[in-house]
């Protein structure tokens, strides 16, 4: 049965109308009145991607397919810029991940699933004798005492937009107290956009409840355990307030411009902190947005991302891959890598790299960290994946933030620098392989308050979706080539990477490399073409 219904999925996404996110050129927007273009034979309507009210991405907007189309989503991106002189730009809204996504996607959710259940998994350290909320700890995130330190006082709380599957429109027991229902958002088709509420609907790869478990740990209520002689809040910043953002049904992000509208959202919905334990593919229009919230002093805290046997990937997924988020990966109780070297291991494990990417990066604890459960009411399961380390960041970003309100900045970004400033300069980097598996080391909350803002510091270089050695691939250097498709061969070329392990390898020999040989171009390309989702346009950019 689940393979029919797998199958039938998998069709669906292939057959049924193409979106396409265009952007135009920004000094036709005012003039720009188009309601329909086309690609060839098949018509598009179009749509802006923002509302009117926003500021933000004025230029980009959806091209929804009126007919089915056997072109490739890219080659029909590419068509529509050819054939459209206000059209500079196109991606697929729904890139089509390959299988090895969907099989994480199922492996997620049956690791979500199975914390629903169980105790401690003990694949990974845990506590023996058992301590409630070890993770809070001096021995571990010290984020009890740092919120001792924040010294909440009355006014503004610092808002957290919490990016995920939804609360829990239950009375749940961790529930925070502050949960900012006047400002829920939900960007999932079909559904009310007012109503950021997990319905706990189960598909084949939804994860109903991942919401409910990651705003526990960003800032569950208190929690009064007499077996487990705790009576403390479970969260780590639970004074600040939540405004629930529910992106998809799914951590694994199949329809690229919720992210964006999002993130517009937050920053224009005043929030200080975004906190999202989800992921998904390269893309140009996120790398814009994510410039956006930087400029505008959001602190964007994202989820490294999971793996299982290395696959898809064991490297940082998108948004965590942009340099102006703070990535975080995972360490467990035992202060040991939330990862294993062997490509036999088959359990969930969290991600981490290229050494490049690392230097946004910090580590905080997971698994076995405790986290309330969709509609369990008084019971409180174990978060798993990054997911459960990513909101223990974002808490700690918040709490400094409160204990440094009032500094006064010249430029927003700044505010972003100083924070990441105050996070890695305290991180703990004497554990083994801490650059490799943890980049700027594992973070130490109470530690980081103690550092005051920091503002002699320069921009974050701007983030953009870059892989070094395609331009020696492609010859973009030696020949100069400065086509308008450039960036969306790039795009192309950087989701395929990502979700195919095989043509990863062979793009990564080139790194470093000053020259290329005729056998690895070949190569390259053989494998190119053994994917379905290539288009021909990337294909024939090979010379």
């Not at 998998?10 to 996110?21: C, D, H, K, P, Q």
């Not at 010290?142 to 919490?162: C, D, F, N, P, V």
């Amino acid at each position: 049965m689940y393979k029919i219904l797998f199958c039938l999925v998998f069709i669906i996404s292939f057959v049924g109308a193409e979106e396409i996110l265009i952007k135009i050129k920004a000094d036709g927007v005012s003039s720009f009145t188009k309601k329909e273009i086309r690609a060839g034979e098949i018509s598009f309507k179009i749509r802006p991607l923002t509302n009117k009210r926003s500021r933000f991405a004025k230029n980009w907007f959806i091209a929804t397919s009126n007919e089915r189309s056997d072109k490739s989503s890219w080659d029909l991106a590419h068509q529509l810029v050819e054939e459209n002189d206000d059209v500079i730009y196109g991606e697929p809204n729904s890139p089509k991940m390959n299988d090895k996504y969907r099989e994480l996607a199922r492996s997620l959710k049956k690791e979500h699933a199975q914390n629903d259940t169980r105790g401690y998994n003990d694949t990974w350290s845990y506590p023996d004798p058992d301590v409630f909320g070890w993770h809070l700890q001096d021995s571990h995130g010290q984020l009890k005492r740092a919120r001792r330190e924040a010294a909440y006082k009355s006014g503004r709380r610092i808002r957290i937009a919490h990016f995920d599957t939804g609360y829990d429109p239950k009375a749940n027991i961790t529930t925070p107290e502050s949960l900012r229902l006047d400002l829920q958002k939900n960007f999932v088709k079909g559904e009310d956009e007012n109503l950021a509420a997990d319905p706990g609907t189960d598909g084949l790869i939804d994860q109903p409840g991942h919401g409910t478990s990651t705003m526990s740990v960003l800032a569950g209520n208190r929690v009064d355990l007499p077996d487990k002689k705790y009576n403390d809040y479970l969260g780590g910043a639970p004074e600040a307030d939540i405004v629930p953002v529910r992106l998809s049904t799914t951590v694994l992000l199949f329809q690229v411009d919720v992210f964006a509208k999002g993130l517009y959202y937050a920053i224009e919905s005043d929030c200080d902190v975004v906190s999202m334990s989800m992921g998904g593919v390269a893309s140009k229009l996120w790398a814009e947005a994510v410039n956006d919230a930087y400029n505008n002093g959001v602190v964007v805290v994202t989820a490294a991302g999971n793996n299982v046997a290395q696959l898809p990937t064991h490297y940082l997924v998108y948004p965590a891959k942009f340099k102006r988020v703070i990535a975080v990966c995972g360490v467990g109780y035992d202060h040991n890598p939330y990862f294993k070297d062997d490509k036999w291991f088959v359990e969930m494990q969290g991600n981490w790299g290229p050494k490049e990417l690392m230097g946004s990066a910090i580590a905080a604890y997971t698994p076995n960290t405790p986290a309330g459960k969709l509609g369990k009411g008084n019971h409180i399961g174990n978060g798993g994946g990054t997911s459960a380390a990513t909101p223990q960041i974002a808490a700690t970003a918040a709490l400094w933030l409160h204990k440094y309100r009032d500094f006064k900045y010249e430029h927003k970004w700044q505010r972003v620098n100083a924070v990441r400033h105050a996070l890695f300069s305290t991180a703990r980097k004497d554990l083994p392989n801490s650059e490799k598996y943890y980049g700027n080391g594992v973070y130490r909350a109470a530690d980081a308050l103690k550092v005051a803002p920091k503002i002699d510091s320069k921009p974050v270089p701007e983030d953009e979706v870059y892989l070094p050695y395609l331009s020696l691939f492609f010859g973009w250097e030696t020949l100069e080539q400065t086509t308008d498709n450039k960036d969306m061969i790039t795009i192309e070329m950087a989701q395929l990477e990502q979700s195919n392990p095989e043509l990863r390898k062979l793009l990564e020999e080139l790194r470093g490399k000053t020259s290329i040989t005729k056998e690895q171009k070949e190569a390259i390309r053989a494998e190119l073409k053994k994917i379905p989702e290539t288009s021909q346009t990337l294909l024939d950019a090979i010379k």
